[in-house]
């Protein structure tokens, strides 16, 4: 599982990801979708816009942020182009992060929303996991903590198994077992690599295998 968007969306400013280039608020990677970033920008509260940013864009400056966003909406009009909030959020952020856009937050969690990424990533693992047979592997790359975190508890819950007090008398056949072992230690992008793929800077990569005792 390669998780996240595809490169050549990003790349097509036509798509409205990028806050590089000029184009709709879209944000939409299927595009029979009805809901755009716009339709999210300018219709959200401001609570709900704030722990959005918060929540899928770990924005620590959601506030001034969405604040700036109202004044906006309320002052001049819908927001509707990617540069025309690249701008908003750039006025309101105070402190910059080295070599990351004070914009690249937002935009991420707009993207996240849009295409309900999250619900795809909690639906798909669960499914992809169940196909495997034994001692099949699953594969995954996440690109941002949120991913990330999501595939870390999958895989923690898939280890768990039953805690027996002291000198309760249980067989071991009644035990639950472990549905899932992690192969080798997370895996992350050489310098080399970085270099020729400024994209995968980010990447995680993690293994996991499936118990045979499940079946």
């Given at each position: 599982?390669?998780?996240?968007?595809?490169?050549?969306?990003?790349d097509?400013?036509?798509?409205?990801?990028?806050?590089?280039s000029?184009?709709?608020l879209?944000?939409?990677?299927?595009?029979?979708?009805?809901v755009?970033?716009?339709?999210?920008?300018?219709?959200?509260?401001?609570?709900?816009?704030t722990?959005?940013?918060?929540?899928?864009?770990?924005?620590?400056?959601?506030?001034?942020?969405?604040?700036?966003?109202?004044?906006?909406?309320?002052?001049?009009?819908?927001?509707?182009?990617t540069?025309?909030?690249?701008?908003?959020?750039?006025?309101?952020?105070?402190?910059?992060?080295?070599?990351?856009?004070?914009?690249?937050?937002?935009?991420?969690?707009?993207?996240?929303?849009?295409?309900?990424?999250?619900?795809?990533i909690e639906i798909?693992?669960?499914?992809?996991?169940?196909?495997?047979?034994a001692?099949?592997r699953?594969?995954v790359?996440?690109?941002?903590?949120?991913?990330?975190?999501?595939?870390?508890n999958?895989?923690?819950?898939?280890?768990?198994?039953?805690?027996?007090?002291?000198?309760?008398?249980?067989?071991?056949?009644?035990i639950?077992?472990?549905?899932l072992?992690?192969?080798?230690?997370?895996i992350?992008?050489s310098?080399?690599?970085?270099?020729?793929?400024?994209?995968?800077?980010?990447?995680?990569?993690?293994?996991?295998?499936?118990?045979a005792?499940?079946?």
């Amino acid at each position: 599982m390669d998780l996240g968007v595809s490169s050549p969306q990003i790349d097509e400013a036509s798509r409205g990801f990028s806050f590089r280039s000029d184009a709709n608020l879209d944000m939409r990677m299927d595009q029979s979708q009805t809901v755009t970033a716009a339709d999210i920008v300018n219709s959200y509260e401001e609570k709900e816009l704030t722990d959005l940013l918060f929540s899928y864009g770990e924005e620590k400056f959601s506030r001034r942020i969405v604040r700036s966003i109202l004044i906006h909406r309320e002052s001049i009009g819908p927001i509707t182009r990617t540069l025309e909030l690249a701008k908003i959020i750039n006025q309101a952020v105070p402190k910059r992060e080295p070599g990351k856009d004070p914009a690249t937050r937002t935009f991420q969690a707009l993207r996240i929303k849009v295409n309900e990424e999250i619900n795809e990533i909690e639906i798909a693992l669960p499914l992809a996991f169940d196909y495997l047979n034994a001692n099949g592997r699953l594969v995954v790359i996440s690109f941002h903590s949120l991913e990330d975190r999501i595939v870390k508890n999958f895989a923690k819950q898939k280890m768990e198994t039953d805690l027996i007090p002291k000198y309760i008398p249980i067989r071991a056949d009644e035990i639950k077992s472990s549905s899932l072992k992690k192969i080798g230690k997370l895996i992350v992008p050489s310098k080399e690599e970085i270099k020729r793929n400024p994209r995968s800077r980010s990447a995680k990569l993690r293994i996991m295998e499936k118990i045979a005792t499940e079946l």
